[in-house]
């Protein structure tokens, strides 16, 4: 059998996870090099200056999750401040904001770090530069990055040079499959893989990302990067029938409107009915909305909702490996939807956390410096006794609800993992005239007192599920067909 499954977005992602492993490192030191690699291969997606987080669970420990998600920026900051408002076609309309002013303090090298201190084999030096070696003389444009970039690409990503240079030949977006290569990148990367990561934040790497991005307007201060910490927390952990859930706990919300909606199925009569899951979502994301975004101490509102559900808690690229011993982990990274910005030099994208609007209660102005955003990023691992699974999936607002119905078609239907993922979704929407589900066709809504939004195939906007799991005691990988994807399976 092999020892490791991994999936992730693509390709060029998997390969330099098999690199990995090959090298004989551990399931994290798979999927921090997927991460790492994801993160500068799916620009606009995804960024090398974006932030996320880690799951990981090994036998004969506890769990944990490593917070690398952005902070908000500008301690000590005095100067001006630019971005703009950008409004795309994407996702049915988007309003966000971009430029330097927008760049949340970006968390993602401090958490890969971090995951290879407590958990890698494979040195860090080594693995960077697996990394470096992966994206140095470019990678393919993939499809999921080329849709996006179709409304991105003009208003976001064409502003700055080094940016337009890498996506664009001339005037015209590369088309998919076009390599793509961002100039300084792989040096940047072995930079940081000989010096450590610290180099990022508190040396002259870092350092001079802060000057270039304070010419372009931006909020970004050393005191920021030099405060920053990846934060190494205990996950929200739920027991659901044989299977013990880690997910991310607050202050993001994706986990525990998770565990909300889990839990609610697992209440119903019929756990394994579409309606019932429609209503379970709504229920949850309604909750959200109205009780945990407005609350003043996130953790024990989260907490309170999950004691009133009986569940028991002892305390936007993807990517997911498990080992044949049942060791899991899944990682979300997420830079927002750009901020088009590349520091001088660097090769690096950045993020625009700063500037989702939705993410941002309040708007920017409202973000306490040094305090991490909003997320609704949920990395995922479960475990039983001789089983383990680990799933995360890009999709904003409908990564809850890709990964709620996946997780669910595993422990209330005993789905294979590929017949989880591929599986009909739905999503609650809120629109003012009233709540409504969103649906892929195949899924059963009988009964549902709701109204319905049908789509006319399984869509991206339903997220992008990659999974591995450990299941009867075969491993198995799988990418969401739902966007592209690849799984490796490594001895």
Known sequence: MPRLAVSGPSSVVTDAARVVGEMGGSVVDAVIAAALVAMCSEPGVCA????????????????????????????????????RSVTMEYGGGVTTLVDAGTIAVPGSFAACAEASRLFGVVPWAELMEVVASSIENGFPLSAAVHLYLEDSGIPIFSQDQASKSALFDGNRLRDTGEIVRYEGLADALRYIGSEGADVFYHGDLGARIVEDLTERGGLLTRRDLETYQAIVRKPLQVQIGEWMLASN??????????AASLALMDRAEDSGSGAVWAESLRSAF???????????????ESRQLLEELGMRSPSTIAVAAVDKDGAAASASFSAGYGSGVIPKGTGMLMNNCLGEIELTPGGMEAQVPGERLLSNMAPTIAR??????????????????????????????????????????????????????????????????????????????????????????????????????????ID
Request: proline share 9%.
């Open 48 to 83: 090398p200056g974006a932030g996320g987080f880690f799951a990981i669970g090994v036998p004969g420990s506890d769990p944990v999750v490593i917070d690398g998600y952005v902070a908000a920026p500008g301690l000590g900051h005095r100067g001006k401040v630019e971005l």
């Open 249 to 258: 706990p607050p202050p993001a919300v994706g986990g525990v409107t998770l």
């Open 286 to 300: 309604r909750t959200r909305l109205d009780r945990l975004e407005t609350a003043d101490d996130l953790e024990a």
């Open 384 to 489: 039983s006794p001789h089983q383990a699974l680990a799933v995360s999936s890009p999709g904003a607002g409908r990564i809850t609800s890709a990964l709620a119905i996946a997780i669910a078609r595993v422990f209330f239907a005993g789905d294979g993992l590929e017949e989880a993922i591929e599986h009909p979704r739905v999503h609650p929407e809120f629109p003012p005239e009233g709540d409504r589900i969103a649906a892929e066709p195949g899924m059963d809504l009988t009964g549902l007192e709701l109204p319905s939004r049908w789509f006319e195939e399984k869509h991206m906007y339903f997220g992008g599920v990659n999974g591995a799991a450990l299941l009867h005691g075969e491993l198995f990988g799988h990418a969401d067909s739902r966007r592209t994807g690849s799984v490796a399976l």
